[in-house]
């Protein structure tokens, strides 16, 4: 149990010198598109909801093709959505007529999933919303998200090391202004062992002890 403790920290202690001899890496981001970038798709759903019974059905159509609905002539131009790794966003160019003598004015513009009551159609008999892009990815196309380059960290040495057979690993310390090794002013590591104790010679002419 004792002697287990020391060797796992020493383990501990060469892990710690290793990953301070490697220095600093920087995380490169993850990839992501730019916020202005949008994604063409072939379709898209709508909500519509008849106000006489309040019913509501999803609608799918396909860009460039007329599609009836009761009164309404519904139109998709385009859909363009946001590419995964942006906030979830989708628009639509439509046109919508009813074709009874109903009095609403056809609608032609965009509409906004993340926010309904932009560009949204309120006739008289119904009311139509964006729900998503549908269909297979057409113009405008993004493309793979460009590659984030990793950034650039200075690096972090661990002090150098040298080991004494005899008294053990030793931490070599910055020279000083002197040359000897005691830099007074300096914030580099210094030595962890104790400073060597001069020996004492006898003085000459004292008498020997008994």
């Not at 149990?1 to 892990?15: H, I, N």
């Not at 519509?48 to 799918?60: G, Q």
């Not at 004492?200 to 002890?209: L, Y």
Request: charged share 15%; with cysteine.
């Amino acid at each position: 149990m004792f002697l287990a403790l020391p060797c796992l920290a020493g383990l501990a202690g060469g892990v710690s010198g290793a990953a301070q001899a490697e220095g600093v890496r920087g995380v490169t981001p993850p990839a992501t598109y730019p916020a202005n970038t949008w994604q063409g798709r072939s379709g898209a759903v709508l909500r519509i909801m008849r106000r006489l019974d309040s019913h509501v059905e999803l609608v799918p159509l396909h860009s460039g093709e007329d599609v009836a609905y009761g009164p309404l002539s519904l139109r998709l131009e385009r859909c363009l959505q946001r590419p995964d790794g942006l906030p979830a966003q989708m628009t639509a160019l439509l046109k919508i007529e009813e074709n009874q003598d109903s009095g609403s004015p056809p609608f032609e513009g965009w509409m906004f999933t993340d926010d309904p009551a932009l560009g949204a159609y309120a006739g008289a008999l119904y009311d139509v919303q964006l729900v998503s892009c549908d269909g297979n990815k057409v113009e405008p196309m993004v493309g793979p998200p460009p590659a984030p380059a990793p950034p650039q960290l200075p690096a972090v040495m661990a002090p150098h090391v040298e080991a004494d057979e005899e008294h053990g690993p030793v931490v070599l310390t910055p020279s000083g202004p002197d040359g000897n090794g005691q830099g007074g002013s300096s914030s580099g590591p210094t030595s962890l062992l104790p400073p060597a104790q001069p020996v004492q010679q006898p003085q000459q002419g004292a008498a020997a002890p008994h």
